[in-house]
């Protein structure tokens, strides 16, 4: 599971003293586990695809704190949230391009934007950017 497989990295990167990677692995972490505690209460399990969406969440939130440190010229501290993105992106899975979501949009019978923007939440998860699905089903 990839809550683990982020555990166990956590546990590297503190052995290798690599605070930038523990402290996004951390973020990670704990993000995930508070939304086990309230699935569990829910009667729920933290799936795989849960814990994508906080990786992507984090990864979401480091590049727009990273776009205002380039705003402000702080460059030692861009760096710094640039090895966090880089870490923590190889826990997502390869992401799809635009064109593969055009040519998956034109494959699909209904091409209303309800029906393209569930297709990819149910079959691609993780795999795409959701508000970029929703620019090209709007322009498609």
Do not use: W
């Not at 290798?16 to 402290?23: I, K, L, Q």
């Not at 702080?74 to 899975?93: D, M, Q, T």
């Not at 391009?97 to 923007?117: C, G, R």
């Amino acid at each position: 599971m990839l809550f683990d497989d982020l555990k166990k990295a956590k546990m590297q990167a503190m052995k290798d003293h690599d605070a930038e990677a523990r402290s996004v692995l951390e973020s990670v972490i704990s993000r995930s586990m508070l939304q086990q505690v309230e699935l569990k209460a829910n009667g729920k399990e933290l799936t795989d695809s849960d814990v994508l969406n906080n990786i992507q969440k984090v990864v979401k939130e480091l590049e727009e704190e990273k776009a205002g440190f380039q705003t402000a010229g702080r460059n030692e501290i861009v760096a710094e949230l640039s090895k966090k993105i880089e870490f923590i992106s190889k826990f997502l899975p390869k992401q799809l391009t635009e064109e593969e979501i055009k040519n998956i949009i034109s494959t699909l019978e209904d091409k209303s934007i309800p029906a393209v923007m569930k297709h990819f939440k149910t079959n691609y998860n993780g795999q795409c950017d959701m508000g970029l699905v929703s620019r090209i089903a709007k322009n498609a």
